[in-house]
């Protein structure tokens, strides 16, 4: 993870643990929660990078069980957006198994 | 421009607009507009998306009690997708930049993301696609207003592109509008190809994916003789293909020349050439090209495409019509064959899980007294009219002929005590498509005055393959031995019981085969009439010595391939043209 202390950008690695990936629900969720946040939130897979609250465009994602992605967050609630982000996909794994 | 390999099912050559139909019949009206007009446009896509969330709020809020968890996800990812402001922009985009209209960014764009799920390497996540056209359907639906824009009502040519097509959609298909026909689905013998051929306008099934590379509006260029479909073809090929297809249509005119001459092989030994209908209209197209009769006419279209069941004058009327068209040349009215399909099975109190095998065809009419009786007498009035049979399909036994035999006979007992004439000699008839009714044909043969091989069904219950299904069509051959060693016992049984016998299965269209049907014995052939001319034209040009002597050589290869081979060379070399 990295912060950067001057523009407000918080950065981290989480890995999608579910079984049956970032699919349409599980997109949604992240969608719905990044969206409760001010900031700007990028979602990247190493290939591409997408809006977190583009519903469309994390579900062109489809991320499948065990790929890692890169969330990178901008503005004043950075921090607290990337971590909740982090906290929903890895621990709470969508409500899923 | 993408180009699409599938199986060609009907010939012909076809550039038009394409209209995507599907399972509800949602039509793109138009592609370009003014640049003045896009504004509008993209109010429209702004008032969509408004609406159809709209709709889905209300639907969960009068469903909330009643909707389990799963569907009210759905519905909640489905209503996310309409909120968010990326998606609407890219379709704004589009009509700002393209300058399309509404429904075809919409169409368009949500066809893109589609095809982006269905490709990734992961079933769950490849079956989202079916939620996106969901979604598409539902911005469609608000777009057009809740018109359902309807084959019947078209007034430009159009080339029709669906992953497949019912009998129910294709039964108002008019040839004037509907230039040619392309599916994602379907095999050689699937409804799609029956009704291309029946029509004679070009078709291609069994591409696969066509419906996701290709939106309402696109130009296509569909290639019955190749099997081939080129969406949004570049200049040069459009000018190609013009230039084919205007050869291709000499090449039909010059066999329209053959009409007037007698199907009479270079030895002078005589093949009736009979035509196969759905519709009365289409006896006229049997005369027009040359053909002696109708040798099979499918009557479950008259069941098809109507919310109720056909009474018995409207069964009396077509017949009427047929019979009149044909003037007292012969016409085998084959009873209702309906199964499997939407009809039948929604008559069930529960599905059936194998309806290929199940309650269908005859086994529903014995089962169904009423309705089939309905028939039958329509049948019986109608044969005072001309030289009418009736035929019964899918007899697979003695009994079930017997069966059908004495209904006939309850049925023409009940118009005689109503004193209305009908032909009390009027032949009957069976459709020898099952290996069982193949391998006791002898015995059957004693029971009926004709057979009719039904070979499209034939194959399939022998080589126990799916017609329709594009995994493993190849497997479907007419060449394979078991079924040419089935064909050859049900031939010969019939000449030893002195019956007539018929070919009416899509072999008999086929010019691979037509040597191979006159050396085995076969004098009477029926075939969708748009091929009559061409299967005429191979008659003519071979003698029955050379087929008996052809149909020798093939009885005693083993291999489908090898048969297959040697019989589309030895068909090439007597008409080089159709190839």
């Given at each position: 993870?990295?912060?950067?202390?001057?523009?407000?950008?918080?950065?981290?690695?989480?890995?999608?643990?579910?079984?049956?990936?970032?699919?349409?629900?599980?997109?949604?969720?992240?969608?719905?929660?990044?969206?409760?946040?001010?900031?700007?939130?990028?979602?990247?897979?190493?290939?591409?990078?997408?809006?977190?609250?583009?519903?469309?465009?994390?579900?062109?994602?489809?991320?499948?069980?065990?790929?890692?992605?890169?969330?990178?967050?901008?503005?004043?609630?950075?921090?607290?957006?990337?971590?909740?982000?982090?906290?929903?996909?890895?621990?709470?794994?969508?409500?899923?198994? | 421009?993408?180009?699409?390999?599938?199986?060609?099912?009907?010939?012909?050559?076809?550039?038009?607009?394409?209209?995507?139909?599907?399972?509800?019949?949602?039509?793109?009206?138009?592609?370009?507009?003014?640049?003045?007009?896009?504004?509008?446009?993209?109010?429209?896509?702004?008032?969509?998306?408004?609406?159809?969330?709209?709709?889905?709020?209300?639907?969960?809020?009068?469903?909330?009690?009643?909707?389990?968890?799963?569907?009210?996800?759905?519905?909640?990812?489905?209503?996310?997708?309409?909120?968010?402001?990326?998606?609407?922009?890219?379709?704004?985009?589009?009509?700002?930049?393209?300058?399309?209209?509404?429904?075809?960014?919409?169409?368009?764009?949500?066809?893109?993301?589609?095809?982006?799920?269905?490709?990734?390497?992961?079933?769950?996540?490849?079956?989202?696609?079916?939620?996106?056209?969901?979604?598409?359907?539902?911005?469609?639906?608000?777009?057009?207003?809740?018109?359902?824009?309807?084959?019947?009502?078209?007034?430009?040519?159009?080339?029709?592109?669906?992953?497949?097509?019912?009998?129910?959609?294709?039964?108002?298909?008019?040839?004037?509008?509907?230039?040619?026909?392309?599916?994602?689905?379907?095999?050689?013998?699937?409804?799609?190809?029956?009704?291309?051929?029946?029509?004679?306008?070009?078709?291609?099934?069994?591409?696969?994916?066509?419906?996701?590379?290709?939106?309402?509006?696109?130009?296509?260029?569909?290639?019955?003789?190749?099997?081939?479909?080129?969406?949004?073809?570049?200049?040069?090929?459009?000018?190609?293909?013009?230039?084919?297809?205007?050869?291709?249509?000499?090449?039909?005119?010059?066999?329209?020349?053959?009409?007037?001459?007698?199907?009479?092989?270079?030895?002078?030994?005589?093949?009736t050439?009979l035509g196969n209908i759905?519709?009365?209209?289409?006896a006229?197209?049997?005369?027009?090209?040359?053909?002696d009769g109708i040798g099979l006419y499918r009557t479950?279209?008259?069941?098809?495409?109507?919310?109720?069941?056909?009474?018995?004058?409207?069964?009396?009327?077509?017949y009427?019509?047929t019979t009149?068209?044909l003037?007292q040349r012969p016409v085998i009215i084959r009873t209702?064959?309906?199964?499997?399909?939407?009809?039948?099975?929604?008559?069930?109190?529960?599905?059936?899980?194998?309806?290929?095998?199940?309650?269908?065809?005859?086994?529903?009419?014995?089962?169904?007294?009423?309705?089939?009786?309905?028939q039958l007498?329509a049948i019986l009035r109608a044969s005072v009219l001309g030289d009418v049979m009736v035929m019964f399909p899918?007899i697979?036994?003695?009994?079930?002929l017997?069966?059908a035999k004495?209904?006939l006979?309850?049925?023409m007992?009940?118009?005689?005590?109503?004193?209305?004439?009908y032909n009390k000699n009027i032949k009957v008839g069976i459709m020898?498509?099952?290996?069982?009714?193949?391998?006791?044909?002898?015995?059957?043969?004693?029971d009926v005055d004709f057979f009719s091989?039904?070979?499209?069904?034939?194959?399939?219950?022998?080589?126990?393959?799916?017609?329709?299904?594009?995994?493993?069509?190849?497997?479907?051959?007419?060449?394979?031995?078991?079924?040419?060693?089935?064909?050859?016992?049900?031939?010969?049984?019939?000449?030893?019981?002195?019956i007539d016998i018929s070919?009416c299965?899509?072999?008999?269209?086929?010019?691979?085969?037509?040597?191979?049907?006159?050396?085995?014995?076969?004098?009477t052939?029926s075939?969708?009439?748009?091929?009559?001319?061409?299967?005429?034209?191979?008659?003519?040009?071979?003698?029955?010595?050379?087929?008996?002597?052809?149909?020798?050589?093939?009885?005693?290869?083993?291999?489908?391939?090898?048969?297959?081979?040697?019989?589309?060379?030895?068909?090439?070399?007597?008409?080089?043209?159709?190839?």
């Amino acid at each position: 993870m990295t912060a950067d202390p001057d523009g407000g950008i918080f950065e981290m690695e989480v890995e999608i643990k579910n079984s049956d990936g970032l699919h349409m629900r599980p997109a949604m969720q992240f969608v719905d929660m990044a969206s409760t946040f001010n900031c700007g939130i990028e979602v990247s897979n190493g290939q591409t990078c997408v809006d977190a609250k583009s519903i469309m465009q994390m579900s062109m994602l489809a991320a499948t069980r065990g790929t890692r992605l890169k969330i990178t967050a901008r503005g004043d609630d950075a921090e607290d957006a990337v971590r909740a982000l982090k906290e929903l996909v890895e621990d709470k794994m969508f409500d899923e198994t | 421009m993408e180009i699409k390999k599938g199986i060609a099912v009907s010939p012909g050559i076809a550039i038009a607009e394409a209209l995507i139909v599907d399972s509800e019949d949602y039509r793109i009206p138009q592609r370009s507009i003014q640049p003045s007009e896009r504004a509008d446009e993209i109010h429209r896509v702004r008032k969509a998306f408004r609406e159809a969330s709209g709709e889905l709020e209300h639907y969960d809020r009068l469903q909330r009690g009643i909707w389990g968890r799963k569907i009210r996800d759905i519905f909640a990812v489905h209503n996310r997708f309409l909120r968010d402001r990326s998606l609407r922009k890219q379709i704004t985009d589009m009509i700002r930049l393209d300058m399309v209209t509404a429904e075809y960014a919409v169409s368009a764009t949500f066809r893109k993301i589609a095809r982006h799920f269905s490709q990734i390497n992961d079933q769950y996540i490849s079956e989202r696609a079916a939620d996106i056209y969901d979604i598409e359907r539902r911005l469609l639906r608000r777009l057009l207003g809740g018109r359902k824009e309807n084959i019947e009502n078209l007034a430009r040519e159009v080339a029709i592109v669906a992953r497949e097509l019912s009998p129910t959609q294709t039964a108002g298909f008019n040839k004037r509008f509907i230039k040619g026909i392309a599916t994602d689905a379907g095999g050689r013998t699937s409804h799609t190809a029956i009704v291309a051929r029946s029509l004679g306008i070009p078709a291609v099934v069994a591409l696969e994916d066509l419906t996701e590379s290709i939106s309402g509006g696109d130009t296509v260029v569909i290639d019955g003789n190749r099997g081939i479909a080129i969406v949004n073809p570049d200049d040069e090929i459009i000018q190609q293909y013009e230039d084919y297809a205007r050869d291709f249509v000499q090449f039909e005119h010059s066999l329209d020349a053959i009409r007037q001459k007698p199907a009479v092989t270079r030895d002078d030994a005589k093949i009736t050439l009979l035509g196969n209908i759905e519709f009365p209209d289409e006896a006229e197209m049997v005369l027009e090209k040359g053909g002696d009769g109708i040798g099979l006419y499918r009557t479950e279209f008259l069941y098809l495409n109507r919310p109720d069941e056909p009474s018995e004058q409207d069964h009396y009327q077509a017949y009427a019509k047929t019979t009149s068209i044909l003037n007292q040349r012969p016409v085998i009215i084959r009873t209702v064959d309906l199964g499997a399909d939407k009809y039948t099975q929604s008559k069930r109190f529960a599905p059936e899980p194998n309806p290929f095998l199940g309650l269908r065809s005859i086994r529903f009419c014995l089962q169904n007294l009423t309705m089939f009786k309905r028939q039958l007498r329509a049948i019986l009035r109608a044969s005072v009219l001309g030289d009418v049979m009736v035929m019964f399909p899918l007899i697979t036994n003695m009994q079930e002929l017997k069966q059908a035999k004495m209904i006939l006979r309850d049925v023409m007992e009940d118009l005689d005590e109503e004193s209305i004439p009908y032909n009390k000699n009027i032949k009957v008839g069976i459709m020898v498509e099952t290996p069982s009714a193949a391998l006791t044909a002898y015995s059957l043969a004693r029971d009926v005055d004709f057979f009719s091989l039904g070979t499209n069904d034939l194959i399939q219950y022998t080589l126990a393959v799916d017609r329709g299904n594009e995994q493993v069509s190849t497997l479907y051959s007419a060449a394979d031995p078991a079924v040419l060693r089935l064909i050859r016992t049900v031939i010969q049984d019939a000449h030893k019981a002195q019956i007539d016998i018929s070919v009416c299965g899509e072999m008999a269209s086929e010019p691979e085969f037509i040597m191979l049907l006159l050396g085995m014995g076969i004098r009477t052939v029926s075939l969708t009439p748009p091929l009559i001319p061409e299967v005429k034209q191979i008659i003519r040009s071979v003698s029955i010595a050379d087929c008996n002597k052809l149909a020798r050589k093939v009885l005693t290869m083993n291999s489908e391939r090898q048969i297959s081979n040697y019989l589309r060379d030895c068909a090439i070399r007597v008409l080089p043209e159709a190839f």
